[in-house]
């Protein structure tokens, strides 16, 4: 489904990200996991096309994504769940979701709304919040909402594009236990429907529960991958955590 091959990115002539190569399966979930500062952003933004890679090139399916700008990647289907949530403040969950639905990957959002029955997109939206589990408070305005559900509509919006893949940079940061638990449980249902996801989580226990393979980045550099638990007991993964990224004697 996705494959990222040999990128390297520079900042101002530190390199954030060196020479790193993965591949996401179709239908599976993938973790990109490292200490904070490793480049799992700077990767997932060299996906989305807003950072562009001094080497290395990314594939959508056998499309590669080079020289295409974030909007013709999110038409492909490389969709987007950022950290820090958004939402129209003045629409209600229902009509955010419905929004983003309209824009389909039809052509001019404008257009769009014209071509589909606003019905229909309200329903489809309808489903989504069901699927995340945010259907009872559709007719709520955003701002009115604990972060927890904030964070369920962001995917859920971002889910309304039908995405190929399904980019998540930290989707369970700021959440309770609980809240992160359920949001988790939520991606593996969002998996059972046939989604690809790329997961960036610094919540290990969930990640280990619901990821399938598991990417490790320590420095821009991978240093592991594979199935999660042989991942974690890995010495080399295990003293990145423990070093904070600074590597200690490995
Ligand atoms: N726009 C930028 N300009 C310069 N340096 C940057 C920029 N963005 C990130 N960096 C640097 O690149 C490195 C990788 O950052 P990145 O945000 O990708 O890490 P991360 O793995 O997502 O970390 P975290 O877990 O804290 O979100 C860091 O050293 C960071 O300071
Ligand atoms: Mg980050």
Not at 23 to 33: C, H, T, W
Not at 226 to 249: N, Q
Request: proline share 5%; net charge neutral; aromatic share 4%.
């Amino acid at each position: 489904m996705l494959q990222v091959n040999n990128v390297t990115v520079v900042y101002g002539g530190v390199t954030a990200v060196m020479d790193v190569s993965f591949k996401v399966k179709d239908a599976e979930v993938m973790g990109l996991i490292g200490p904070n500062g490793a480049g799992k952003t700077t990767l997932m933004r060299v996906i989305t096309g807003t950072v562009k890679p001094v080497q290395g090139t990314v594939f959508l399916e056998s499309t590669p994504l080079e020289g295409k700008p974030p909007h013709k990647r999110i038409r492909l289907g490389i969709g987007l769940s950022q950290q820090i949530v958004h939402p129209f403040k003045s629409m209600t969950v229902l009509e955010n979701v419905a929004f983003v639905a309209g824009h389909g990957k039809t052509g001019h959002p404008v257009m769009s709304v014209f071509r589909h029955s606003r019905a229909k997109e309200k329903q489809k939206a309808m489903e989504i919040l069901h699927v995340l589990g945010i259907d009872k408070v559709a007719e709520a305005k955003p701002e009115n909402l604990p972060l927890g559900y904030l964070k369920r509509l962001e995917v859920a919006r971002a889910i309304a594009l039908e995405p190929k893949i399904l980019l998540l940079d930290e989707p369970l940061a700021g959440l309770n236990q609980l809240e992160a638990r359920q949001l988790a449980d939520k991606l593996l249902e969002l998996n059972q429907l046939g989604h690809t996801i790329l997961l960036i989580e610094h919540n290990l226990g969930e990640v280990i529960r619901i990821c399938d393979q598991l990417v490790v980045i320590d420095n821009g550099m991978k240093i592991g991958q594979g199935e999660p638990h042989k991942v974690m007991d890995d010495a080399v993964v295990r003293s990145a955590y423990l070093g904070e990224g600074h590597h200690a004697a490995s």
